[in-house]
């Protein structure tokens, strides 16, 4: 199906333009020599590191997952992922790694963010800030960016939750993790990080993470106001800017208006809802709209998935009431850091919650992580609610490795089956 505008059957959102006005303004500021009279300096980070802290201290956070995620959406990762591999890079590594370490070996022609903000690819990194909550990749991917460009890492260490608590030890053992790592920043910055400014930073984050979960459950209504490519690009804030007022205002500005689509009974697509299907894993960046715009003229919508889902309720969580001990739990309660069991009743519960008639099940050589189990996971999700479920094997960023035409086999027959 043609992704033209005039063809497209979902509904654009205004407000969209405000978070990509904020994230144009997010690249082009790291690039800003002036910055650098300031004394900022630029962290490359993951994106399950605490990143309120580096806020807080002044230090502009940079994602090279979410260049990954830029490069993809425009259809230029497949080439930097060669630019990689010519370098030694395995093709089963990570996608997001292979488009970082390609953008770095070939800047030239202008990577995918000089779209963006007219500068090229990410702005050099002062320090690298690595978490192992969401992926065990970054470890080496880090160490050799580290080597690459002769500056100090930071591995923020979260070992996988084996059950629904924190046990003592293991709180204890990340808080001792997050005091290191602010004496880390401490001395990259070479001054005390002001506690009136941590505490600020992480009362932006919290309200930022509350709003991004009222707009993630306004999409229980049906028919529902944001289907997955909506969601998608409107995460970006929440994971690279949680403690900015930036963040804030743009979100209750998204939330404002999908709430008059709510009130209005406005879905985000233009013909009639007639099937929910929840998305598990990481879009197909490169085919996002179109793979989307395809299930939406069959009058599919996707009212929830499990990416989006990922920076919701952290806030909800805390309860110690000191700063540390509470980024401590909210960072080790990620979605990708429990266990499988955990990932059967969340899926299985947000299938119910925003009646879905079905579950896609992305599964992607990139990340071994997200997708290690998605055949148990589609068993015991189908006999705990009764709901079926496909894989469709791709990759987020690297089209070698998606057939559309072997996938649309496959959601076809889940269509006829819920039909």
């Known amino acids: 199906m043609s992704s033209k505008d005039s063809e497209r059957v979902y509904r654009r959102l205004e407000s969209t333009q405000s978070i990509k006005n904020s994230q144009a303004m997010y690249y082009f500021q790291s690039k800003n020599p002036y910055i650098y009279d300031e004394g900022k300096k630029i962290a490359w980070?993951?994106?399950?590191?605490?990143?309120?802290?580096?806020?807080?201290?002044d230090i502009i956070p940079l994602y090279p997952e979410q260049y990954g995620a830029i490069a993809g959406a425009a259809k230029d990762s497949t080439r930097l992922c060669q630019v990689a591999e010519n370098h030694g890079y395995n093709t089963d590594l990570c996608a997001y790694a292979r488009t970082s370490f390609g953008s770095i070996f070939a800047p030239d022609p202008p990577t995918p963010m000089h779209e963006i903000d007219g500068t090229g690819g990410l702005a050099r990194p002062d320090?690298?800030?690595?978490?192992?909550?969401?992926?065990?990749t970054v470890l080496k991917w880090y160490q050799d960016l580290s080597r690459f460009f002769k500056i100090p890492l930071f591995?923020?260490?979260?070992?996988?939750?084996?059950?629904?608590?924190?046990?003592k030890y293991y709180l204890?053992?990340?808080?001792?993790q997050l005091q290191k790592y602010v004496e880390f920043l401490e001395i990259q910055m070479e001054r005390?990080?002001?506690?009136?400014?941590?505490?600020?930073?992480?009362q932006n984050s919290l309200q930022a993470i509350d709003l991004w979960t009222q707009i993630l459950e306004l999409c229980k209504n049906k028919p529902s106001p944001l289907n997955c490519a909506d969601r998608f690009l409107l995460m970006a804030p929440v994971v690279a800017q949680r403690g900015t007022t930036e963040t804030v205002s743009v979100y209750e500005e998204v939330l404002s208006e999908v709430k008059q689509r709510v009130d209005a009974g406005l879905g985000a697509i233009t013909v009639p809802e007639k099937y929910r299907l929840l998305f598990d894993n990481i879009p197909i960046w490169f085919n996002l709209y179109e793979?989307?715009?395809?299930?939406?003229?069959?009058?599919?919508?996707?009212p929830v998935d499990t990416y989006t889902q990922a920076w919701s309720q952290q806030g909800r969580i805390i309860e110690?009431?000191?700063?540390?001990r509470d980024a401590a739990i909210m960072y080790s309660n990620i979605y990708l850091n429990k266990t499988l069991q955990h990932k059967i009743d969340l899926i299985s519960n947000l299938a119910t919650d925003y009646e879905c008639d079905g579950i896609l099940y992305h599964s992607m050589r990139s990340c071994k992580r997200y997708s290690l189990g998605q055949p148990i996971t589609r068993r015991e999700v189908t006999e705990k609610t009764g709901k079926p479920g496909i894989i469709v094997e791709g990759d987020m960023c690297d089209n070698r490795n998606f057939s559309e035409e072997q996938a649309w086999t496959r959601i076809e027959a889940?269509?006829?089956?819920?039909g």
């Open 291 to 302: 793979f989307f715009n395809s299930f939406a003229a069959k009058g599919v919508v996707f």
């Open 172 to 176: 204890d053992y990340v808080t001792v």
């Open 45 to 57: 980070v993951t994106s399950g590191a605490p990143v309120e802290f580096l806020i807080a201290m």
């Open 192 to 202: 005390k990080v002001d506690e009136d400014e941590m505490i600020e930073t992480m």
């Open 155 to 167: 591995l923020f260490d979260t070992p996988p939750l084996t059950g629904n608590r924190l046990p």
């Open 320 to 324: 110690s009431g000191d700063l540390i």
């Open 127 to 136: 320090m690298l800030i690595a978490g192992n909550n969401i992926c065990g």
């Open 414 to 418: 889940l269509l006829e089956l819920i």
